[in-house]
């Protein structure tokens, strides 16, 4: 260990399905924010170590530090080793089913922290250091004697309880609380911090009681990792990345944030730094059909009752990203206060692409819900709202947008976005043809997914590159144009596509597993996408080309961080994360590739002992 700040990749996860911690390989939470996801931070460190706050946990001596999750769970286990001795610090928060909550007295918010010596006695160091409102506010601590220590703000409590006595932390200049505590070989100690902001706060008892909601923590997620359906070579990896899609999700409404922090660079020292603390609509069609082909539909019936409800708050036209109770997210504004991640300015709350127009969303939210309903028939408000999807592509399909990539500078004619629209139009009119819905003009729909069809052909195309470009009239590369075949409006293995991919290769892919996400990117010294990586194991898959999509998959997935977890980008000299973290696109990518790999393969299987 060293005094360094901690990278990205040093951070691990956990959370209840309301809120979520970023805990470092230092022991040390350096970002919370309760009780949602969006909520002023607690602890924030990781965008400021001064002014931000943590609550750090740590043996006095350098150690060498390794992590796990306990298996199929999100409960971490950091191990600090010293010669023989070893310091184990488990770090969960408390979840389980409504029906034991209402059987126990069970918080609505609760982290607990036990650090336990084993093979030798051991000193440890505590720092409890919160900092409220995003760093704003050094809270006063009250000692309320048994019932531990207890600070606030507005109608917020929170409060620290512990099996030690907490008199024997000291104030400090760097932090609130700073204790040094010696533990003999086999003893533990058990922190746990609540909050509670619906009237008196549940405290639970601490001892077997705290054994008892690790035992039936790790239950839980246990049982919920049993759903899912795939067995094969990445099934480490699928589960990893489902449980970490499971704790970006908001539980009380269905909705799934893109990631539990803010302003993570993409590019260390840069600018390009933003609230991803919200839920996309372009995440949709992924998250559906990663849901259902891993087996998970309770959730994904839940995302898409939220996306209905977020998304009747302002059709026709939608919404780049709304919150996880489907209102707009915060107009963006920049906090002048924080210094950023490792010097990386400004720190932004809200998020302005929120606003934006990017037509591509349209098709994520109608193929979200063709692939939801499969062979039934939508109800009444859910047929409107698709209606009403298909009309507006038709009216505004040909108008420039800021694409997928939300650019700030001029509108193009994307490609990804023409190709959205034109499975807009595509889907709706196969569930048409099912008897699945009706009320709109079929013939005006097939004329206009015919004219989004040419336009792509003739005008996506770029014979002097050739390839799809990122853009009408453009000729430059975009790494979003393997989805034509993911999306089914070209075959993997046509001559445009299989020429599409070898101009990705030549110009944006640094190397193997690694790929930028468009020219312009690439140009700004911004991080390999993640997420395109997974996209070309899908593509090659789907090209029948699968010797070379499973090395291309082994090689991503290699990028991930020691408990399998990715951010948005990868820096392909250092291999350092970058971005928000953990990024749920990108495990979605994860997941959606290993489905492909293996429903091609048993496909190709039983092809071949048909024959």
């Known amino acids: 260990m060293t005094a360094d700040v901690p990278k990205i990749q040093d951070y691990a996860i956990i959370g209840d399905g309301r809120s979520a911690a970023l805990i470092s390989n230092r022991g040390s939470i350096d970002w919370l924010c309760w009780p949602r996801f969006d909520s002023p931070s607690i602890f924030g460190a990781i965008v400021d170590p001064k002014i931000g706050g943590h609550w750090s946990i740590r043996p006095i001596h350098d150690s060498k530090v390794s992590r796990k999750y306990i298996d199929k769970t999100n409960v971490l286990e950091t191990t600090f080793a010293r010669d023989s001795a070893k310091v184990v610090l488990t770090d969960f928060m408390s979840v389980t089913s409504e029906e034991n909550k209402r059987k126990r007295l069970w918080p609505e918010h609760e982290i607990i922290r036990q650090i336990k010596a084993e093979g030798g006695d051991a000193e440890v160091i505590f720092e409890f250091n919160p900092r409220l409102d995003y760093g704003r506010v050094v809270p006063k601590i009250d000692n309320v004697g048994k019932l531990g220590w207890r600070f606030g703000l507005g109608t917020h409590v929170y409060t620290l309880r512990s099996d030690v006595d907490l008199d024997c932390f000291k104030q400090s200049r760097s932090a609130a609380a700073v204790a040094k505590i010696s533990l003999k070989a086999g003893e533990s100690i058990t922190l746990s911090l609540t909050f509670s902001e619906e009237g008196p706060a549940v405290l639970p008892p601490l001892g077997d009681a705290t054994a008892e909601r690790l035992n039936l923590t790790i239950d839980w997620w246990r049982n919920w990792a049993a759903q899912s359906n795939y067995r094969g070579a990445y099934e480490r990896q699928v589960i990893r990345s489902a449980l970490a899609l499971k704790l970006l999700s ?61 998304t009747n708050l302002t059709r026709p036209r939608l919404c780049v990203s709304y919150d996880v ?106 569930m048409h043809e099912c008897d699945r819905i009706s009320g709109f003009s079929l013939e005006k729909f097939k004329q206009t997914r015919a004219a989004i069809r040419q336009d792509i052909e003739e005008h996506a195309w770029n014979s002097n590159l050739g390839a799809y470009a990122q853009a009408c009239e453009s000729d430059k590369l975009d790494a979003s144009t393997l989805l034509m075949s993911y999306h089914r409006f ?88 970058l971005g928000n973290f953990p990024q749920g696109f990108t495990h979605l990518g994860v997941i959606n590739a290993a489905l492909t790999l293996r429903d091609i393969e048993e496909g190709t299987h039983k092809m071949k002992r048909a024959s």
């Open 250 to 310: 908001y539980a009380p409404s269905g909705a799934i944030v893109a990631a539990p922090t803010t302003s993570l660079p993409e590019r260390i020292g840069g600018d390009l730094n933003w609230d991803y603390r919200f839920a996309w609509l372009r995440d949709a069609a992924f998250t559906v059909h990663t849901l259902f082909g891993l087996g998970y539909k309770d959730d994904a019936e839940a995302f898409v009752n939220w996306l209905l409800h977020a």
């Open 325 to 430: 109770f489907g209102e707009r997210p915060p107009p963006e504004c920049e906090f002048k206060h924080f210094a950023g991640h490792r010097g990386s300015r400004p720190v932004r709350l809200g998020n302005a692409a929120s606003e934006q127009l990017q037509l591509d969303i349209y098709g994520e939210v109608v193929e979200a819900v063709s692939h939801f309903f499969g062979k039934e028939t939508p109800d009444h408000e859910m047929q409107k709202m698709l209606r009403q999807c298909g009309e507006f592509v038709c009216e505004h399909w040909h108008e420039p947008d800021n694409g997928m990539w939300e650019e700030r500078d001029q509108l193009r004619h994307y490609t990804h976005s023409r190709l959205m629209c034109w499975v807009t139009l595509d889907r709706l009119i196969e």
């Open 490 to 577: 070209e075959d993997a293995s046509s001559e445009r596509m299989q020429k599409t991919h070898a101009r990705i290769r030549e110009r944006l892919i640094p190397r193997i597993g690694l790929v930028h996400r468009n020219e312009q990117s690439k140009g700004r010294h911004e991080g390999a996408f993640a997420l395109c990586s997974f996209w070309e194991t899908d593509f090659l898959a789907r090209s029948g080309r699968l010797e070379e999509a499973h090395e291309v998959f082994q090689a991503a997935l290699s990028f991930a961080n020691d408990v399998d977890l990715f951010a948005e980008e990868i820096d392909p000299e250092t291999g350092d994360a």
